[in-house]
């Protein structure tokens, strides 16, 4: 009966971490940024030519921006995209499916490390709920499935150090772990450090009498993963990135830079703040985990350190105890060489421990309390505040996140390339503005530009990573002077700011982000007998506000065009 039971609340944790994921997922976040854009047409461009946009054949790393981005998500991407098309919604699938299975699987984890369905009912359910993992598994972006797989690697891992078992399983569940450890590599530049560190910390708690199995697991995960080492070594330009994020000075700047960084990735601020308030991961108002669990987590962090020791009877093994502590003190150890400090994506992998010591210090603190009655007083009460809490977060995210993340997002790129692209036709060529962040990889993506079309040579924006032209479109600076007599015939307008224009500039069609002039320059009447053009204004209805849209229709044929000639501008969408 007991089983029966957890079973069916296992089930109700999930549908409601599917909830989270999966709700309006096309549309929050409200738009797509250039990395998830640029991993969804790679994803494309690899399901049909085996290719990335760059004509990498089954690349090990991403060509990206100037860097070389780790391929696995992408590839995963890959079936999603050749079953429902390139777009919004495709690309985050598989993210957000991913977020939902590591939560019965951080159940399986947890009921392994402390042989309860209690105690892992609590660590699923804080996870299914718990705000970083529901952002990261709404957005396609590279670190996002690694919460899955690190949660996978250390189950893989507990499962290959389990004695009893003959030679050739062993080896077998040891090679198994280096796969999954292998997978975990290609994931994110962070795990290139934290997986061969863990992969020795389990060599030596479980593994120091079992040489056969310590040479499997270190010997596959070294096959498994060279060619992306090898990457880095024969191409150094493939870690521009590190070069670029790594932390400035000297030695001794470095080092105090470093531990600084390393304490604060595991503060209260890191864990349950906002950390370093990116609006790409972080909520307005709203901690990362809720601040009411960090008590409990600290608390599981104090009595699974008495465990290692031997200082505490408990049910989780010593060992085991020992790997969750090693797992604690080494994911913040790549973030912390760089110089943006408590940087959600580059610590993920460590915070799936939050729901694991919570439920872990929740569950010792219950046991201390002599009377049941307060000890079920206060599951109730957590289960209430987690509820409500839950609930606040939902709301912000919903309300709040949309219009404070818009340009984090680069808000109004889809409704502006619904526009020009069915109309680039009637225009000799198409300037958009180069303040737009890597504006070419929304043409590719919105335009679903067939890949075995691209000139590579295009494409190749060398260090600086700079696209200058792709086909008739060019990507340059747009001056106030450049459109200070043009046509205005489109705009993305939220009501509170004009996020991009598109003017005609004498046939040239061209695309400003940012403000435009006065709608009055802008506005063509008839004076003195004289034909012209009228904007008219509409509204279009979007998922977040409405979009407004002017867009130019002739009301009477151009002079300046000659007496016989009108001309039709493009008219809107309801986007």
């Known amino acids: ?34 990395d998830e854009a640029v991993n969804g047409y790679d994803a494309y461009s690899l399901g049909l030519t085996l290719r990335d ?12 921006f100037g ?59 804080l996870l299914a709920i718990a705000p970083w993992s529901i952002i990261t598994s709404r957005e396609a972006l590279p670190p996002n499935i690694i919460p899955f797989f690190t949660i996978l690697f250390i189950l893989a891992l507990l499962w290959a150090a389990e004695e009893g078992r003959g030679n050739a399983t062993s080896t077998v569940r040891a090679a ?48 498994l993963v060279t060619p992306i080492y090898v990457l880095l070594i024969a ?11 790594v932390l400035p000075g000297g030695p001794l700047h470095r080092l105090g830079g470093f531990a600084l960084r390393y304490v604060l990735y595991l503060s209260p601020i890191a864990l349950f703040g906002r950390g370093n308030a990116d609006l790409t991961y972080d909520v307005p108002g709203i901690g990362r985990n809720f601040a009411v669990l960090a008590p409990f987590f600290y608390l599981g962090v104090f009595f699974t350190t008495l465990t ?63 009377s049941a009655t307060v000890a079920t007083a206060a599951q109730v009460s957590m289960t209430c505040v987690a509820l409500f809490a839950t609930l606040d977060f939902s709301q912000s995210y919903l309300t709040k996140y949309p219009d404070a993340s818009k340009a984090r997002f680069q808000y109004g790129l889809a ?41 590579y040579h295009e494409v190749d924006g060398g260090e600086k990573a700079h696209v200058v032209r792709l086909g008739k479109f060019r990507f340059e600076a747009v001056t106030e002077q450049r459109i200070a007599k043009a046509r205005l015939i489109f705009r993305v307008d939220d009501g509170s700011r004009t996020w991009y224009s598109a003017y005609d500039v004498r046939g040239t069609l061209v695309v400003k982000q940012g ?15 004289r034909q012209e053009w009228q904007p008219r204004r509409r509204r279009c209805i979007t998922a977040h506000g409405s979009v407004r849209v002017l867009v130019a229709r002739p009301v009477f044929k151009c002079a300046w065009l000659g007496p016989q000639r009108s001309r039709r501008v493009p008219t809107s969408l309801v986007l």
Request: net charge positive; glycine share 4%; hydrophobic share 55%.
């Open 1 to 34: 009966m007991m089983v029966t039971s957890s079973k069916s609340v296992l089930l109700l944790i999930v549908a409601a971490a599917s909830i989270l994921r999966l709700y309006g997922l096309a549309h929050d976040p409200v738009a797509l940024n250039q």
């Open 53 to 64: 946009h760059h004509g990498n054949l089954l690349p090990v790393a991403l060509q990206s």
């Open 67 to 125: 860097d070389w981005a780790s391929p696995l998500l992408t590839y995963i991407t890959v079936p999603f995209v050749r079953l429902f098309g390139l777009s919004t919604w495709s690309i985050r699938l598989p993210v957000a499916l991913f977020g939902i299975a590591s939560v019965p699987l951080l159940y399986v984890l947890v009921r392994k490390l402390f042989g309860r369905n209690d105690v892992a009912l609590v660590a699923a359910g």
């Open 176 to 223: 198994v772990a280096a796969a999954v450890g292998a997978l975990l590599t290609y994931s994110y530049p962070t795990q290139k450090l934290f997986v061969p560190l863990m992969i020795v910390a389990a060599v030596l708690i479980y593994f120091r009498r079992r040489p056969a199995c310590a040479c499997i697991l270190v010997g596959v995960f070294v096959l």
């Open 235 to 245: 191409h150094p330009e493939s870690n521009f990135r590190f070069k670029d994020v």
């Open 308 to 370: 290692a020791t031997r200082r505490l009877q408990a049910p989780m093994r010593r060992s085991d105890a020992a790997l969750l502590l090693t797992w604690l003190a080494l994911f913040p150890v790549a973030g912390s060489l760089t110089a943006t400090h408590m940087h959600l994506l580059r610590a993920i992998h460590g915070f799936p421990l939050v729901p694991i010591f919570s439920a872990a210090g929740f569950l010792w603190l219950t046991r201390a309390v002599a």
């Open 415 to 455: 409704e502006l390339f619904t526009f020009v692209l069915p109309h680039q036709a009637q225009f000799g060529s198409i300037v958009v503005d180069a303040k737009i962040n890597q504006p070419y990889v929304y043409v590719l993506f919105y335009s679903r530009w067939d890949p075995r079309k691209i000139d």
């Open 515 to 529: 403000v435009p002039r006065d709608d009055t320059k802008v506005s063509f009447r008839r004076r003195d007998g």
